[in-house]
């Protein structure tokens, strides 16, 4: 029995393809197919039925399907039918007479040449037909050849789009798409038990019944043996987008216009490649992060992802106030002064002093003018109509630029903490995390040797470190082990407290010191003391925690990195704070007839500068110096550990003295950016060379986070209340800077509102919104309370979340419970019908043995 495939073109389709994506369509159809090979299967069985008893099974013809299966009944097909799957019960005879019939509709007629008009060698050999063919094969293979012709006749569009949308194997859609394009002439002859048949030969347009022309003898191609379908050598690919099958004659006049569009298209296509490879590679220290990835683990390269995240907020801060503020300033230079202006010496690269006074690095430098002033009224009426209405206020522009800038940080700074919050605390479980780094972690795409040895080394370091996180849970200590640990504890935070008092008190009594004896101008290397001894003791006393955190002995590197970031941020902040009350409260008073802006500013300079030399002097003494005695004089092969929590403290250090300086280095985050490109170079040369591997791996899965957030509450909110205080409540000095003439530097805006109330008209609202979105501290508040709505409603949302999570976990878990409960009970229903059945055949037995029983 076999069934005869014939689905006829629908009319419908003329308007609109259905896709076998579309399950209702498809379905419909699918019902339809399977509703007439039903009937036919019915007529074909009662004719059997009917027919002589001696018919031997050999003139029967085979059902479709694999392996000669037995042809499904008929309630089998409708129960198929009403399955929704898309292709389960279609043979590949249908869904090839239905694609065939589908690409009719984009066939374009063409003359094909007639098999007389062909040569000898290009007609096939009657010896390579099998005479014993399967007709429901031959029609099946018909078919094919059909659809084969059709798609030959569309264009690579067209066809690739046709392709993706056969519900067929990958293996025939390859087989498929390796249908030649060119005017090379293809030869098919039959092979295997399905008996192919001849489609001829082509030599330009769709695959035609007639061979090539004379001349172009083509060679016989034989497909492969897991394929069922005609497949040639592979050649180059034409584009053919947009052209009919009957452009031969064109690219036989215009040969040259051709090669040159294609030659044009590769040109742009190697150079679109070429630029996205460019910018691929912009991505500052892609390599040397996997690198470093790969063989420190991510607990190392957490400090350097950290240090690529403060070189983007500085040039994030440095543009606007380029653009705005020194750009302007450059482009329209304040008078210069009465006095001589100092010649370079060099020691301003440490100081900060002499020349550099007189640029545009410091506050002081910037004019209180107005650029473009539109009109000066003599008797203090309005502007006329004609002058322009809103002119450049240094003054305004210097505020309102930093102002911004610090919004904008801010912005990007809380969006970024969101976001690795998001990343790090994921909702969902951490089970089956090994099998998934072991199974799923490897790309494929990998073919280059270095980048698969770096993809290697990265996934071994990362179950390392899974497991290493996987044994710390394994093993709580004994309640008398976590008492002496609580004790330990207990000493070392009370000895490193006493520590940051002492260094505390050191800074307030050198800095009262200082005051007390002013340096003369002649003696500008004397500035460098406070700063000196600022640096030396941010970088000897995380020395001090380190040795007691010895007498610790955490159970967990991640809990040991945390305490040391705690009691290294304790050390800098408090020290940052006794800096920031000697400028403000002490040098302000001390400087009232200077500038005392500048001294500020110089301050910071000083110390982002002497704090990059004392990091090079750790890197070389630290790492560099103990690598050598450890491995000449001590015989040991050990090198020692980066140490994380000391250089993450050193990165948030010197961007807080950054954010305290923009305001009165405008140019300081230039500085900054410089300093990081250094210290990533000089850290990663020296974590390459002299540093190993941390002995203990961990998985510094929420490392980032906590940067981040470090970053954000104790280092630039600390900041923001300094800049807010300078801004509102300090007085400017009268001799220098933007902001002289005014009583604190937010009376900038203030007058800037009542000179745009003379300028006219045209420009009344802008007052209007000073006064009430600015002046006004109601919008202040409702943003606030817009803000805190938002951050409850992203908690209450992941709460909700996870409340979900554990709903569909529990539920899984009571499915399969029930599954095995339902699986036993029909065991159990099995078992006794087994036994009843048993039972029944044995007494059946006994009454046959015993008739006379009963």
């Known amino acids: 029995m076999a069934f005869v495939l014939n689905v006829p073109e629908i009319s419908e389709d003329h308007d609109r393809e259905p896709s076998p994506y579309d399950e209702n369509e498809v379905h419909d159809s699918f019902h339809q ?20 008893p001696g018919t031997s099974d050999r003139g029967r013809q085979a059902p479709l399907g694999p392996e000669d299966a037995a042809a499904p009944s008929t309630a089998t097909l409708r129960i198929l039918a009403s399955m929704p799957s898309r292709t389960i019960g279609r043979s590949r005879g249908a869904i090839i007479s239905q694609y065939y019939n589908r690409t009719v509709q984009l066939r374009r007629r063409v003359t094909r040449p007639q098999l007389g008009g062909a040569g000898r060698s290009a007609r096939p050999s009657l010896r390579l037909y099998d005479l014993e063919l399967d007709p429901a094969a031959l029609e099946e293979e018909e078919k094919r050849s059909l659809l084969v012709k059709e798609l030959q006749g569309l264009t690579v569009a067209q066809r690739d789009h046709m392709l993706r949308r056969m519900p067929l194997g990958l293996a025939e859609k390859r087989c498929l798409r390796s249908v030649p394009l060119g005017p ?40 492969p043996s897991n394929c069922d379908v005609v497949s040639a050598p592979r050649e180059e690919s034409r584009t053919l987008t947009g052209k009919h099958r009957g452009g031969r004659g064109q690219r036989g006049l215009f040969p040259c216009c051709g090669q040159l569009r294609d030659t044009c298209v590769l040109v742009l296509h190697s150079l679109g490649l070429g630029l ?28 350097f992802l950290f240090l690529k995240t403060l070189l ?15 750009g302007v300033q450059a482009a329209f230079p304040p008078p210069a002064s009465l006095g001589s202006v100092p010649a370079f010496t060099g020691l301003e690269l440490l100081t900060g002093g002499g020349r550099f006074t007189h640029s545009v690095l410091y506050y002081g430098y910037y004019s209180n003018s107005t650029l473009n002033q539109p009109c000066a009224p003599p008797d203090g009426g309005q502007c006329g109509p004609e002058s322009p209405s809103l002119p450049y206020n240094m003054p305004l522009a210097y505020l309102l630029t930093v102002g911004v800038a610090f919004f904008v940080t801010c912005v ?47 996934i071994r370091t990362h179950l390392k470190e899974l497991l290493a996180e996987w044994q710390l849970r394994q093993g709580p200590r004994s309640a008398c082990g976590r008492l002496r640990q609580v004790a330990a504890l207990g000493l ?44 030396l ?17 955490h159970d967990s590197p991640v809990l040991e990195v945390y305490v040391a970031v705690c009691r290294n941020l304790i050390l800098k902040m408090v020290i940052l704070g006794v800096l920031c009350y000697h400028w403000l409260g002490r040098r302000v008073g001390a400087l009232r007839d200077q500038c005392w802006e500048n001294f500020v500013g110089q301050e910071l300079y000083r110390l982002t500068v002497l704090d990059f030399i004392f990091v090079l002097l750790d890197t070389l003494f630290g790492e560099l110096v103990w690598r050598l005695i450890s491995e000449r004089k001590l015989k040991r092969r050990e090198k020692p550990e980066f140490d994380i929590a000391g250089n993450v403290l050193e990165l948030i250090y010197g961007q807080t003295l950054t954010w305290l300086g923009v305001l009165f280095a405008p140019l300081l985050p230039a500085i900054q950016i410089i300093k990081l490109l250094l210290v990533f170079y000089v850290k990663k040369a020296s974590l390459m060379a002299n540093c190993q591997a941390p002995r203990r791996p961990w998985l510094a899965s929420h490392m980032s986070t906590v940067f981040i957030s470090l970053l954000c509450f104790p280092s630039f909110l600390g900041a923001a209340v300094f800049l807010c205080y300078a801004v509102w409540q300090v007085k400017p000095s009268s001799t220098c800077g933007p902001f002289r003439t005014l009583d604190t530097m937010y ?31 109601f919008p202040v508040y409702l943003v606030s309370a817009l803000l805190l709505a938002v951050i409850y409603l992203n908690i209450q949302v992941v709460k909700g979340q996870r409340k979900v999570i554990c709903l569909l976990r529990e539920q899984i878990s009571n499915e399969g419970e029930d599954k095995v409960f339902l699986i036993n009970k029909l065991h159990s229903v099995y078992e006794r019908k087994e036994r009843s059945r048993v039972g029944r055949t044995q007494e059946a037995e006994r009454l046959g043995d015993h008739p006379g029983a009963c």
């Not at 983007?312 to 705005?324: D, Q, R």
């Not at 003791?537 to 002995?553: K, M, S």
């Not at 802008?766 to 006004?776: D, G, I, K, M, T």
Request: glycine share 10%.
């Open 33 to 52: 197919l399977i509703q007439e090979q039903s009937q036919w299967a019915e007529l074909q069985l009662r004719e059997l039925g009917a027919g002589a």
């Open 184 to 223: 090379r002439c293809l030869h098919t002859h039959s092979l295997g038990p399905a008996g192919w048949g001849q489609l001829g030969g082509r030599c330009e347009g769709p695959l035609a019944a007639g061979g090539c022309p004379e001349g172009d003898g083509g060679d016989w191609v034989h497909p």
């Open 276 to 303: 996205l490879a460019g910018l691929h590679r912009l991505m500052p220290w892609h390599y040397a992060l996997k690198r470093i990835g790969g063989q420190f683990g991510s607990s190392v390269l957490s400090y």
């Open 312 to 326: 983007a907020f500085n040039a994030l801060l440095l543009l606007p106030v380029l653009a705005f503020v020194v």
């Open 412 to 458: 990007t700074l809380v969006y970024s903490m969101s976001r690795s919050f998001g990343e790090s605390y994921r909702v969902g479980s951490a089970s089956g995390v090994h099998a998934v780094t072991v199974f799923c972690t490897w790309d494929h795409k990998v073919t280059q040797k270095r980048a698969s040895r770096l993809q290697h080394d990265h």
């Open 492 to 535: 070392v935070w009370l000895l490193c407290l006493a520590t940051t008092l002492g260094c505390t008190v050191a800074v307030y009594a050198f800095s009262e010191l200082m005051i007390k004896s002013p340096v003369s101008a002649d003696q500008e290397g004397a500035l460098l003391a406070l700063p000196a001894v600022v640096c």
């Open 537 to 553: 003791l941010n970088l000897g006393a995380p020395y001090l925690y380190r040795c007691l955190a010895t007498l610790e002995h």
């Open 747 to 777: 009376e900038a805006g203030k007058v800037w509102v009542r000179r745009l109330e003379k300028a006219g008209p045209s420009v009344s609202w802008l007052p209007w919104v000073h006064r009430y979105l600015v002046e006004n501290t």
